[in-house]
C-alpha cells in the first residue's frame, strides 16, 4: 500500500511540472503596465487597469485588471490577431496613455504562446479627458479632494494638538504616519514574524499575514504606543532639562531623518500595496465614481473626526486638552495635570497619525518617503487653519485636499502639491493666524 | 580578517574628502546658515532652496541667455535674493517657527517646480542642466589633462580649478561674515537675536535688519550651489532634495554655532568622518565581513542619514554649542 502510494507521489513529482507547462501553454494576451511616479522618481505599477481583448471583428473575447504588479494576462480561445483594448478611464488618476490614439494595440498571439502588448503611459501633459472641464469631472476630484483632507485631517489634529500644548512643531509627524502604514503593511502581510523572525510558519496572526482591518487596528495601538514612547523617553525628558524649543524642534527633525532611514532599511526602496483591497474596481454613486475602499475609508474617517471632536468638546480629557492648548500656566494653576494631558495628546496624536498612514497607504501607496510630502501638505493645513486649533486643522485640511485635486483641471498633476505650498506662503502674508485662528500678534 | 581591507585607500579618500568639493559646499551653505540662525537667530529650514536657487541662477544664465560667466554669478546672487525675499516678506514678522515651515516648504517647491515637465525647455526636469560648464572651464589656468596637487589631495586639472575657486570663496565669505559680525549692523543684528523688543524699543527696524541677515546668508548659500554646480558641471533638480538642509545644519552645529570659523570645521570633519564610515561600511560588505543578510552596498549609503539624524538629535540635546561654539552665543530660546 505505502509503496503505491510512493508511487504515485514520485508520478504526480514528475507530472505537476509538466501539468504547469500544460496550464501556461495556453493562448493569451498580456500587458504591463507601470509609470514613473513624479513625487518618487521610481517606476510604479498602474493596479487596476482594465482591459478588454475583441477579435478583428470587435467582438469580446475576454476581460481583465492590472493586479498590483501591473500585469494583466488574459486568456484568449486560440493562436490568431487579437485587439488588446485599454480602458483609460481606468487609469490612475494623472495618469494617462502617452499617445491618445494607441489605446489599442494588436497582438499576434501564436500556438501556445502568450503574446504581450506595450502600452506607455505618462504623467507629464494631461491628456484630451482630463482636460475637458465637466460637471461630472469637477465634483468627481471635489470627492477625491475630500478624501484627501479627511486623511490628512486625522494627521493634522495631531500635529495641531501637540502643538497647542507644548509648543513644539513635530517634524518627525510625517514618521508617525508612515509608521503605521508600514505596521499595517508587515502585519497585513508577514503577522508578527514580519518583527520577530522566529515566528515564521506559526498559524496567523503570528507567523502569517492577517487581513488589513485588524492589521490596521494593530497600526492604530502600535502608533498610539509610539506616541506615548516619544512623549515618555524623548520630549518628556527634553522639557524637564529645559531644553528650548528651537532645539527640540531640531531633535524632531533629526528624529525624522533617522526613523526615515530605518524605514528604508527595513522596507526597501520601492513603493508596494496592501494585500487586501487594493485593485477595485469604481462603482457609480449618482455622478460620481467611487471605489468601495475609498467610500468606506471615508466614511471610517469621518466617524473617527466627528468621535475625536466630541471627545474634545464634552470628555473631561478633552476639554483638558484644549485647556493646556489655551493658556497652559492658567491650566495648570486650576489643577489640570498638564504632563498627564501632553502624555496623552502625544498617544492621541501617534493613533490617528498612525490611521491616516494606513488609508493614505490603501488610496495611493505603501512608501517608505511618502511621509515627508504629506507632511508637507499637512503643515499648510495647519497654518491655513490656525497652528494650535484642532478644528482649524481639520477644516484646513479639507480646504487643502479639496485644492490641491481641483487644481489639477489648470495645474499638471506633478504640481499639484506646489499649489498647496503656494497657498500655504499666501496665507502666512494675508491671515497669519489662519481661518479659524484668533486674530493675535504672533510675532 | 581585518587584513582584507585596504586601509591607506580608506584614510587617503577620507582625507581628500576633507578638502574636496563636496567639503566647500557644505562649508558655504553651513556659513549662510551661520548668518541666519547663528548671527540673527532665524530658523532656516530650507537652506537648500538658497543653494538650488544660486546653482539654477548660475546654469540658466549661460544655457538659457548666453550671459558670460561673471554676469552668470550675480544672476545666481539676484535668484537667492529674490528667494530670500518671497520667504522672508510674509514670515519675518512672525514667529520662528512660521519661518521654519516656509522654508522648509519653499526649499521643496523649487525642486518640484525644477524638475517638472511643465518647465522641461527651461530646467530641462529631472536631467538638469549640463551645458554650462564650458565658459567657467575656459577660465581655468589648469591644464586639465594633468593632476594637480599634493599626498592625498590630487585633482585633475578641471576639477582642481574649482576647488580653488570655491575655497577661494570660503576665504572671501568668511572674512566678510568676520567684518560684518564686528561692524556696528553685526551688533544690531546679535541684539535682535537676543531680545527683538529691546532692540526695538531702541529704534532699530528689526524686520528690516532680519530681512537683511536672510538675504545675505541666502546669498551665501548661493554661493555653495555656484560651487556644486562648477565642481560636478551638472545641476540636477534631485540633489536639492529636503534633507541636505539638516545635513548643512549639522556641519554648522558641530563646529559650533555662532562662530566664523566653525563651518568650514564642521564641513571638514564632518566629510572626513562619514567619507571613512561609507568606505569602511563597503569594504565590510564586498569583503564579506557583513553578511549581505544583514546589509548590502547599496544599504550601506543609508548609514550616512542614519548617523546624521542621530548625531543631530543628540548633538542639540546634549552639546547645542558643538565643538568651539559657546553657549551664550545661541539663540535657542527665540520665540
Redesign the interface.
Known sequence: MWRITSLLLLAALFLLPALGALGQSAEGVRARLTYED?ES?TRTPAVGVAFTVTDLSGAAVGEGVTDIEGNVEIPVPGAGEYLLVIDVLTLPEGIGLLDEARGTAQVSVLQGRVGSAIFALT???ETDVQRRVTVRRVSQLTVEGLKLGLFLGMAAIGLSLIFGTTGL?N?AHSEMIVFGMLVAYFFNFYGFAGVFGFMEGWPAPFGAGINLIPAALIAVLAGGMFGWALDRYLFGP?RR?G?????????T??????????F??LFGGSPRFFRDYTAQSGMQIGIIDITPKDLATAIISIAVLVAVGLFLGNTKLGKAMRAVSDNRDLAESSGIDVQRVISRVWVAGGALAALGGVFIGLSEQVSWNIG?RIL?LI??AV?LGG?GTAYGALVGALVVGVGIQVSTIYL?T??K??GA??L??LV??IR?QGILGRAER?? | MLAAIDWSFIFEQSLNEALDINAVVYALAAIGLNVHFGYAGLLNFGQVGFVAMGAYGMGLSITLWNLNPFLAVLVGMIFATIFALILGVPTLRLRADYLAIVTIAAAEIVRLMARSTALRNVTRGAEGLNEFIGPFRALSPFDPSQSYGFGPWQWRGAQFFAIVVGWVVVALMLLLVWQLMRSPWGRVVKAIREDEDAARALGKNAYWYKLQALILGGIIGGFAGMVQALGNATVQPDFFVAPLTFFFWLVLILGGVGRVWSPVVGAMIYWTLITFIQNLGRQLVTNDLIPTSIMDTSQVDQIKFWIVGLSLALLMVFRPQGIFGSREEMALDAR
Request: hydrophobic share 70%; proline share 6%.
Open positions: 513624479p522618481g504623467t507629464g501633459g512643531v517634524f527634553l532639562r531644553v528650548s524649543l528651537i532645539a527640540a524642534m531640531v531633535v527633525i533629526g528624529l525624522s531623518i533617522f526613523v526615515r532611514y530605518i528604508l532599511f515627508f508637507l503643515f499648510a497654518v497652528l499638471p506633478e504640481l502639491n506646489v505650498l503656494v500655504l506662503i502666512l502674508v497669519p504672533v510675532g
